[in-house]
């Protein structure tokens, strides 16, 4: 029995069907010949009508993906990923806006003023010569006008918080791309469930159809009884039953998948790929999570958080400390009656400050606090960051004996309807055996692909918990 694919032909009648969709043994022993007349009376005329076919969609694009594909198309065009870009976008901004803060400034000025004094107003006494009253007259200056910080703490710590702050942006960013490719990922296995879902109900309605026509060729040819016929004719509405819905499933996983590519609604989805077994890796728990408290991205966010929160701290105890400003003018000024000179004015202060209202000791303490939270934030996320790993390592090798039992038990199954349907064939028995073995085989069936798809899905499970989903499946 081979593990890596889901591959079966018709005539060895090993497709699957979902078990979520069994509905029992219709033909089992203890059913008397009136039920089945009774189930058979509404739909006998349509006892050998086409299998149904689900609604058609509009007529759409159709494209055809791998699931490296599919990573790759919602990694560029899901919102959430293009949102967290934008964040990105805003952190740095914000870094040029902190940088800003430490360069010099430059301003032009040109301004002219027309000015009537009161000299003994201006002077604060009265004057023994000269008027009283100068002007008017008009002035004007063009020219530049610079500052810098010369030393500020707190500007330079502000500065390097903000840096920070981008870094744990681009985590977060990362941190989302991870999330977005763990649901892609399950949405194009559940999605992969249902295509092998529909063609193995699709394979058993074909057995049923020919089985049907087995044994109403028996009825003919004497060997049979009408009840046969009756059983096999239900079987066969049972499977194109579990035909449609496993056909409903899977246009309903692709349209959960189009929503998360962000594709246009009504697209048609080819999947190019089959639900087979993954290789697995060997590692140890203890591997297995130090490699995850190396790669999650959550725990790189929150250690530039917590550097960003330092910073912010030591900004705020930097606005106690003595700052130094320089500035400086170079300008053309005089009356406009006169030719205008050059002048200038340098100048160099410094500010201390005295007192502020308890503004430093709230900023020191909410930074703190940030600091405190993050802690508290790792811890929480390293904790989960082992209970991930732990459940996918677990839940990893169920699956992986589930897939073996389930590899022999199709196989008993097949051998079981085969056995069946030659004592059938040969009028040894009637078809309630052929029935049974055949209900048997669906639940054999559908085990298995449930086993392989949890097999997937662990394997997925413990590449989140690792970190490294994205960088497993688009590889």
Not at 207 to 232: F, H, I, P, S
Request: aromatic share 4%.
């Amino acid at each position: 029995m081979n593990r890596t694919s889901i591959v079966r032909t018709k005539t060895e009648a090993s497709m699957f069907c979902p078990s979520t969709r069994y509905s029992g043994a219709p033909g089992a022993p203890g059913r008397g010949p009136a039920l089945l007349l009774a189930l058979l009376a509404a739909g006998a005329v349509r006892a050998q009508a086409p299998t149904p076919a689900p609604a058609a969609t509009s007529p759409a694009a159709s494209v055809h993906l791998t699931l490296p594909q599919a990573l790759r198309i919602a990694l560029d065009q899901n919102p959430r990923v293009q949102q967290s870009l934008l964040a990105i976008a805003e952190s740095q901004d914000d870094r040029r806006s902190a940088a800003a803060a430490l360069m010099p400034t430059v301003a032009a000025q040109a301004y002219g003023q027309r000015n009537k004094y009161n000299l003994d107003a201006l002077m604060g006494m009265p004057q023994p010569h000269g008027p009283e009253v100068v002007g008017p007259f008009n002035w004007g200056q063009v020219g530049v006008e610079a500052q810098v910080s010369l030393f500020d703490l707190s500007l330079w710590k502000r500065w390097k918080a903000s840096r920070y702050a981008e870094d744990s942006a681009q985590a977060q960013a990362r941190a989302v791309r991870e999330q977005i490719a763990a649901l892609v990922v399950g949405q194009y296995l559940r999605a992969l469930r249902a295509a092998a879902s529909v063609n193995a109900s699709q394979s058993r309605v074909d057995l049923a159809g020919a089985l049907a026509t087995l044994a109403e060729n028996q009825q003919k040819q004497g060997v049979g009884t009408k009840l046969d016929t009756l059983r096999a004719q239900l079987q066969l509405q049972t499977e194109r039953q579990r035909l449609i819905q496993a056909q409903t499933q899977r246009l309903t996983a692709l349209a959960g998948l189009g929503k998360l590519l962000d594709l246009k609604p009504g697209t048609a989805i080819d999947l190019q790929d089959t639900l087979a077994a993954p290789s697995l890796p060997q590692l140890s728990f203890e591997a297995a999570y130090q490699s995850g408290l190396k790669e999650r991205p959550e725990l790189a966010a929150l250690d530039a958080r917590e550097k960003a929160a330092a910073s912010l701290r030591q900004a705020a105890q930097g606005l106690r400390m003595p700052s130094v400003v320089a500035t400086g003018s170079y300008a053309s000024t005089g009356l406009q009656s006169q030719a205008w000179v050059p002048t200038y004015q340098v100048s160099l202060g410094v500010k201390v400050p005295l007192f502020t209202g308890g503004r430093v000791s709230a900023q020191i303490s909410k930074a703190k606090s940030e600091q405190a939270s993050v802690q508290e934030a790792r811890r929480d996320v390293r904790a989960q960051v082992g209970l991930e790993i732990q459940v996918a390592q677990a839940e990893l090798d169920a699956a992986q004996h589930e897939v073996e039992v389930a590899d022999l038990a199709v196989s008993l199954s097949q051998e079981a309807l085969t056995q069946a349907r030659h004592r059938f064939e040969a009028g040894v028995s009637n078809n309630i055996e052929v029935i049974n073995a055949q209900d048997e085989l669906a639940r054999a069936n559908d085990n298995q692909i449930s086993a392989l798809y949890r097999l997937n899905q662990s394997r997925a499970d413990l590449a989140l918990a690792m970190g490294q989903i994205e960088s497993l499946y688009t590889r």
